[in-house]
């Protein structure tokens, strides 16, 4: 199993500040890489595929990087309803996600 | 609009079955691959199990393979999670998700449902 771990557990941050999320995988899964946001209450929504293109819809304040094990998602000028639980997942092998990364408001 | 509508959930005592229930709509569902995708209370997700548009291909997380069963019925554009021998470490909200594509392997999931919480307890 490809273990994920995220970095760090909990960010507290201000409206409008720029928050960079970090994502490692136990072995290399290429660019096989997903992220998540959770609202609070709601269900996980696609945001990032193959490590660095945004899923339909989702704004361009949004970006992923990396390859490998190193992975990064960068949100910028961050909004009210960017406040939510992010999760990295692998898709290279039987799909893991991270433990997430909570953005809580500062 | 795509869209995905569990439920079935509920409480069960240990050693208890439910069956979950996912109904799709706003795309041909028939081309998909889906999953299960499940949340403890207050913790992450965890993978559980996927089946292809044809269902020859099922897959099955390891802390479940040989209790829960998944099936569809591309007629009724339905996913379904048969639950057997539940344990209380079975107790989750329940996500159906969509995979990209028609896979022998689950991928990504987008969209996901709203979710079915399930609670195991006597």
Not at chain 1, 3 to 31: D, W
Not at chain 1, 63 to 76: A, D, P, V
Not at chain 1, 92 to 103: E, I, N, R
Not at chain 2, 57 to 63: G, M, V
Request: proline share 5%; charged share 15%; aromatic share 10%.
């Amino acid at each position: 199993e490809i273990v994920m771990t995220q970095s760090p557990a909990t960010l507290s941050v201000s409206p409008g500040e720029r928050v960079t999320l970090s994502c490692r995988a136990s072995q290399s899964v290429s660019n096989n890489l997903a992220w998540y946001q959770q609202p609070p209450g709601q269900a996980p929504r696609l945001l990032i595929y193959g490590a660095s293109t945004r899923a339909t819809g989702i704004p361009a304040r949004f970006s992923g990087s990396g390859s490998g094990t190193e992975f990064t998602l960068t949100i910028n000028s961050l909004q009210s309803e960017d406040f939510a639980v992010y999760y990295c997942q692998q898709y290279t092998d039987w799909p893991t996600f991270g433990q997430g990364t909570k953005v809580e408001v500062k | 609009e795509v869209q995905l509508v569990e439920s079935g959930g509920g409480l069960v005592k240990p050693g208890g079955s439910l069956r979950l229930s996912c109904a799709a709509s706003g795309f041909t569902f028939s081309r998909y691959s889906m999953n299960w995708v499940r949340q403890a209370p207050g913790k992450g997700l965890e993978w559980v199990s996927s089946i292809d548009s044809s269902s020859s291909y099922i897959n099955y997380a390891d802390s479940v393979k040989g209790r829960f069963t998944i099936s569809r019925d591309n007629a009724k554009n339905s996913v379904y999670l048969h639950m057997n021998s539940l344990r209380a470490e079975d107790t989750a909200v329940y996500y159906c998700a969509r995979d990209e594509d028609d896979l022998v392997v689950p991928s990504l999931f987008d969209p996901w449902g709203q979710g079915t919480l399930v609670t195991v307890s006597s």
